[in-house]
């Protein structure tokens, strides 16, 4: 800036001015000299500071808070996206860590699989979350996910705990050992609702240090206490026949009892009912034998994927030839290729399922033993498979085969409805009633068709009938014999001891 411009630049903030009579007067006006024609005068830099001093949109704050809600923006954009795939993993049950998440990764895990699917179809979640997220805020790690997690569970039992409100209530337990080898506690809320239906809710996953009954409840206890669920309000226990569970003196249901008198002990009468059926037949040595060769033949024919592949494949020919002939009906989900199901050593409806998957897939399983037997790698394997034809068609085998089912069926209709979450007391006493019903008529009434049945299937497959009023010969020492039809061995020594044991 010039010398003459800068010259009593502070005439008017500093000294003053009094020359008003050169106002307006051309080039001597005190005013036009102070302006200056430098647009970088004094007085133009002090308009300008001035005219940006009034401009609201330049100033620092506005700009700082301008940025601030774009990042707002951003990281809500980052979160809702973490949210919803935390949420889809949650209640489809997935995985949400992967073996190798490293950027490298063909596989990073189902989480951040699923953020690339979704950045795909939507360019500003790809950019905002997977491209430009600052290492600071891009919520994908596992603690954030475990962080959100536990919000959505929160969220859930706060739910679960308003619906329960104030009244009555159930607790069902059970623990299990998980892979990581920690004892844990599940613990199920069933109450009725304001609308006056049965609801049975998962509300929460404790992990316990040991399973011994005191435990448990302190457990339990503070669960409950946590959300302010009174134990007085507990009026019925359900737990598994464990000692430490229903111990009369010190079991669980003991404890609990001890603080409230109402909370009464039901053991899963589902549960129950397979354990006690299960062991009733056990009892009938038939009908344990009968089992143990069951799963020897599932053995050795599921034994390899070129075994179980060939079933597939018989059965395949099997039921197109039975449409062929008008065995079958065709339409959309029928005759589905299956295969032989395994039977559990506790679970009485595992036993009928196994059942029944024999005897749809007897044929392809014959023919598989057979092939088995002509074109076995080993000599183990072909001796396996022989006897394993040999039980498979024996009269004995399919008559116990046919009994059990008869019988499992209407068992299996007992289980289903005991394992309802809307079952009560007295429907379900009602229900035992009726079954029992059943088997006794069973045992009045269905020895014929039974019978029929067996020997019309016998024949079906070639297996060899005995003849029935022949007489049986069974041994029950050194010397003594009773000399009985074989019909009779059949009809009082096999089917009506299953039908006893059941009865009882």
Not at 235 to 261: H, I, T, V
Not at 328 to 346: C, F, M, P, V, Y
Not at 469 to 481: L, V
Request: hydrophobic share 40%; charged share 25%.
């Amino acid at each position: 800036m010039k010398t003459s411009q800068r010259s009593r630049w502070d005439v008017f903030t500093v000294m003053g001015f009094r020359n008003w009579k050169k106002i307006n007067n051309g080039k001597h006006c005190a005013f036009l000299n102070h302006i200056g024609e430098d647009p970088c005068s004094c007085h133009n830099k002090a308009v300008k500071s001035c005219e940006d001093l009034l401009k609201q949109s330049q100033h620092i704050d506005k700009v700082m808070n301008a940025q601030s809600s774009e990042q707002i923006l951003n990281n809500r954009l980052r979160v809702k996206t973490s949210i919803d795939v935390v949420r889809w993993l949650a209640f489809q049950g997935c995985a949400f860590r992967g073996h190798d998440e490293t950027l490298d990764s063909k596989n990073r895990g189902n989480f951040l699989e699923m953020l690339k699917l979704l950045a795909s179809y939507n360019d500003k979640v790809g950019k905002l979350v997977l491209e430009n997220a600052p290492k600071s805020s891009k919520y994908t790690s596992p603690q954030i996910q475990k962080e959100i997690l536990e919000v959505l569970a929160k969220k859930v039992r706060n739910k679960i705990r308003e619906d329960v409100g104030d009244s009555r209530f159930c607790i069902i337990v059970d623990e299990a050992r998980d892979e990581s080898k920690r004892e844990q506690m599940a613990i199920i809320l069933r109450f009725v609702d304001v609308d006056g239906f049965i609801q049975e809710r998962f509300f929460d996953l404790v992990h316990v240090k040991d399973t011994s009954a005191l435990t448990l409840k302190n457990e339990i206890s503070a669960v409950l206490s946590r959300h302010c669920l009174d134990i007085q309000n507990i009026r019925g226990q359900g737990y598994d026949g464990a000692s430490n569970m229903c111990g009369e003196w010190n079991g669980l249901q003991a404890l609990f009892l001890k603080d409230c008198p109402y909370a009464y002990y039901v053991h899963c009468f589902a549960h129950r009912l397979q354990l006690a059926l299960v062991a009733a037949s056990r009892e009938v040595v038939s009908v344990h034998e009968f089992f143990s060769n069951l799963n020897f033949i599932i053995n050795v024919v599921g034994a390899s994927c070129k075994c179980h592949d060939e079933l597939q494949a018989a059965q395949a020919t099997h039921i197109a030839h039975m449409i062929v002939i008008d065995e079958l009906e065709s339409g959309k989900g029928a005759n589905q290729i299956g295969t032989i199901k395994r039977a559990g050593d506790s679970r009485w409806g595992s036993h009928f399922y196994s059942i029944c998957s024999l005897l749809r897939m007897f044929e392809a399983t014959c023919s598989v033993l057979e092939t088995i037997i002509k074109e076995g790698s080993t000599y183990s394997q072909r001796g396996d498979a022989n006897a394993a034809y040999k039980m498979i068609t024996s009269f004995q085998f399919i008559f116990i085969l046919h009994l059990m089912k008869e019988i499992m069926g209407i068992t299996d209709v007992l289980c289903q409805v005991l394992q309802q979450k809307s079952q009560d007391i007295l429907n379900a006493m009602n229900m035992v009633s009726t079954t029992k019903g059943l088997i006794q008529k069973l045992r009045n009434e269905g020895w014929e068709n039974l019978l029929e049945n067996v020997v019309s299937f016998s024949k079906k497959f070639d297996i060899d009938i005995p003849e029935l009023s022949s007489r049986y010969i069974q041994g029950r020492g050194r010397h003594q014999r009773d000399h009985i039809t074989i019909e009779h061995h059949y009809h009082f020594e096999i089917f009506n001891a299953v039908i006893d044991f059941q009865m009882q």
